[in-house]
């Protein structure tokens, strides 16, 4: 059992949060959250890469100079792979390299992450982050007063909030993202996850499917 402490907008500790690592995954399968990081990384690759073949180049097709007589090797057309400005001999043509992993292997993945870094302690629990109107400095002062500020962050929150996106946005390497779409790469990525008590709550819901135990009053 972890007792995570949850911090306030000015960095007070205010309450503890209990939760079993377990209960999100029992173990964690290293080979399976490598699969699903390359899977997710792959599904980024534009596939757009393209060169001219010899037939693609625009030239003429006859010799370039007679055959015999010259004293040089013979040459063909100017557009031969070999000759500055033809074309290339295995040219790169548009590839897909999207694929799949079954679903369920994909979610086990997800909540494998969130448990490692959970056991880890690489999250930062807070009561609440809203803002009335986009806020960046605010955000930034939010950052500090948590002492989490400087490296590389995932901010993580039940639904989407259009002030929260708005005033992370300008911020270096954070990264702002509701619940629904968490996946084994957004979690692993950034040295650390800042959630909210009910992004954990929905989280925790999302992954076993029945109601968040009441926490313990202290």
């Known amino acids: 059992m972890a007792s995570l402490p949850v911090y306030d907008r000015t960095g007070a500790e205010v309450d503890t949060y209990q939760i079993d690592p377990a209960t999100l995954a029992p173990r964690i399968n290293k ?6 990081v390359v899977m997710y990384q792959a599904n980024r690759r534009q596939g757009s890469a393209k060169t001219k073949s010899r037939g693609e180049i ?5 010799k370039m100079y007679r055959q015999k007589g ?9 557009r031969s792979g070999v000759r500055r400005g033809g074309g290339h001999i295995f040219a790169k043509r548009p590839k897909d390299w999207a694929y799949r992993l079954p679903r369920k292997a994909l979610r086990l993945a997800t909540r494998m992450a969130v448990a490692a870094k959970i056991a880890d302690d690489q999250v930062t629990l807070i009561d ?19 002492q989490i500020d400087g490296q590389s962050l995932l901010v993580t929150l039940p639904a989407y909030d259009v002030n929260v996106y708005k005033s992370v946005r300008n911020l270096a390497d954070v990264s702002v993202a509701p619940v629904a779409e ?21 989280f925790r819901r999302n992954a076993t499917g029945e109601p968040v135990p009441a926490q313990p009053e202290d």
Do not use: W
């Open 31 to 36: 080979q399976l959250l490598h699969d699903a």
């Open 58 to 62: 625009t030239g003429a097709s006859q």
């Open 70 to 78: 010259t004293g040089r090797a013979r040459a063909g057309s100017r």
């Open 128 to 146: 609440e982050l809203q803002f009335a109107e986009p806020k960046t400095a605010e955000m930034a002062k939010i950052l500090k007063a948590l």
């Open 182 to 202: 968490l996946n084994a790469l957004s979690v692993l990525h950034p040295r650390r996850l800042l959630m909210t008590r009910k992004a954990l709550d929905a």
